[in-house]
Each structure stands twice: as C-alpha cells, then as structure tokens.
T-cell receptor
C-alpha cells in the first residue's frame, strides 16, 4: 500500500542545535516533495519544495534533502530557535498531473527549548 | 493581500443539518482544494477544482459536494452532517501546474453532535 510516514513522536531539542526531521514514503514515485509548517489552530505554511533531480535545497536556516533511492526526505533546521517550535508536514503529489493533489504525512511536532 | 480566507472559523452542527463552508482567494489562482485534517490521519483531499466551473473528487469525497461558480470562490457543502464529519477543514489554492506552493486558509473547525 502507499504510505507517507513521519515520526509521530515529538522531537525535543535545545536552542542552537540542529533539528532533523524525517519523511519516508512507500510505493510512490513523486516528482517533487514539499515541506510545510503548521502552528496550532492555523493552516499549513509552505517552506520548501525539492524536485527528484535535486539532492539538496536550502533556504536560510532550512535544508531539505531528497533521496529517491531510499525514498526519504530529511528536513534540517540549523541553529534552532524556540520560534521554530511547530508541526512540520511533508507532502508529495503522487500523480504529478500538475493538479497537485497532495498527499500529506501526519507531521512531526518540534519543540525547541531555550 | 488576504490570501485564502475561510468562513466560518468554527461551527457546531446537529446530525442531519446542512451547511456550506466558503473559501475565497484573492491571488487569481486557478486551482483550489478542500482538505480535512483529523488527528493521526494527516490532511486528506476531499474535492478540488482546476478552474471556474470545474470540480473533481479527491480521496475522501463522500458526504460532501462542492461548487466553483467564480474563480475566486470554492464552496464545500455538507448536505446531511454526520459525526464522522467532525474535523478541521482547510481550503488551499495553487497558482498552476507542476509543483507550486499551496496557500492554505486558517481552517474551519466543525463539530457534528
């Protein structure tokens, strides 16, 4: 069956450390993968998109990798801050028709302590 | 820019009642989507639209209907609400094809009792 999995346990780290979140998928061959941030009571907010021909993408303190062989994406936040505390969702478009019918993981909650 | 706006933010319905959720976007996006988010399930696509006057079914369409009479608006209807439709509903829009960022509304928390 098709699955997209993120660690359901919260990730607790100290301020200043690097947070690494994992997204694994099964029986999909996505052309791209996206990461979103969701704060409590709010809608998801887009962070980064990485395509299948890209190994790594960076934006300020954020870095995403995409390994189509392992069927895995890693999301890193360097020099983490308490304001980074949120739930992070990965999403992929299984059909790549362009209509972007995204399939989401359940998200990983990140807690950054001062 | 307001982006994507959903109305209402909260609603409590009795089983069997009907209601319409409104989504409005001011970014002139072609594509619009309705998702529901349940604990432990992730966001799941209910219906989507690829342009004014068009709609299509997503992963979990049963019990819902949609309409896109104007490009900027996408309505989600529940004809006869059931407790299983208790959820948080999110509307989203995208500019076009091939992997562009989705813009989400703030969500509507619906409880069916």
């Amino acid at each position: 069956s098709q699955k997209i999995e993120q660690n359901s346990e919260a990730l607790n780290i100290q301020e200043g450390k690097t947070a690494t979140l994992t997204c694994n998928y099964t029986n999909y061959s996505p052309a791209y993968l996206q990461w979103y941030r969701q704060d409590p009571g709010r809608g998801p907010v887009f962070l980064l998109l990485i395509r299948e021909n890209e190994k790594e993408k960076r934006k300020e303190r954020l870095k995403v990798t995409f390994d189509t062989t392992l069927k895995q994406s890693l999301f890193h936040i360097t020099a983490s801050q308490p304001a980074d505390s949120a739930t992070y969702l990965c999403a992929l478009d299984p059909e790549d028709t362009g209509f972007q019918k995204l399939v989401f993981g359940t998200g990983t909650r990140l807690l950054v302590s001062p | 820019n307001a982006g994507v706006t959903q109305t209402p933010k909260f609603r409590v319905l009795k089983t069997g009642q009907s209601m319409t959720l409104l989504c409005a976007q001011d970014m002139n996006h072609e594509y619009m989507y309705w998702y529901r988010q349940d604990p432990g399930m992730g966001l799941r696509l209910i219906h989507y639209s690829v342009g004014e006057g068009t709609t299509a079914k997503g992963e979990v369409p049963d019990g819902y209907n949609v309409s896109r009479l104007k490009k900027q608006n996408f309505l989600l209807g529940l004809e006869s609400a059931a407790p299983s439709q208790t959820s948080v509903y999110f509307c989203a829009s995208t500019r076009g094809r091939g992997g562009t960022e989705a813009f989400f509304g703030q969500g509507t928390r619906l409880t069916v009792v």
